[in-house]
């Protein structure tokens, strides 16, 4: 049987946290590998790139009706304004991965790119 590690006053609070958001991610069905995201994560999907607002603003409504959360930043690139349709916040390059293959297979969606912010 295990020991159990002792925690300091101030250790409590963020040991519950962190047992609270495991068992949310449990109850989710998410776990590390299978698509988590979160602020502190470092990776981001590209779902697409293009000059077209309109084309951005479509592939963002189907993010967004999917469920992902996606964000649209748009860049001055070549003289004109390139709006990136992104998914940031993933916390490893596997679920980077995996959300990219369902937003392929699922949604259709063909130059999807997984990158370290």
Known sequence: M??????????RPLHRAFCRRDEIFREAGISGGKGAAGRAGRWRIYA??????????????????????????????????????????????TDGTTIAIRLKTELGLEHVAVSLQ
């Not at 295990?2 to 250790?11: E, F, N």
């Not at 967004?64 to 349709?85: C, E, F, H, S, W």
């Open 2 to 11: 295990g020991v159990l590690p002792q925690y300091t006053a101030q250790q």
């Open 48 to 93: 697409a790139r293009t000059k077209s607002q309109d084309e951005a603003l479509a592939i963002y409504d189907k993010l967004r009706n999917a469920g992902y959360p996606a964000t649209i930043n748009p860049a001055q690139a070549d003289g004109g304004t390139l709006y990136q349709v992104r998914i940031t916040g993933l916390l490893s390059e």
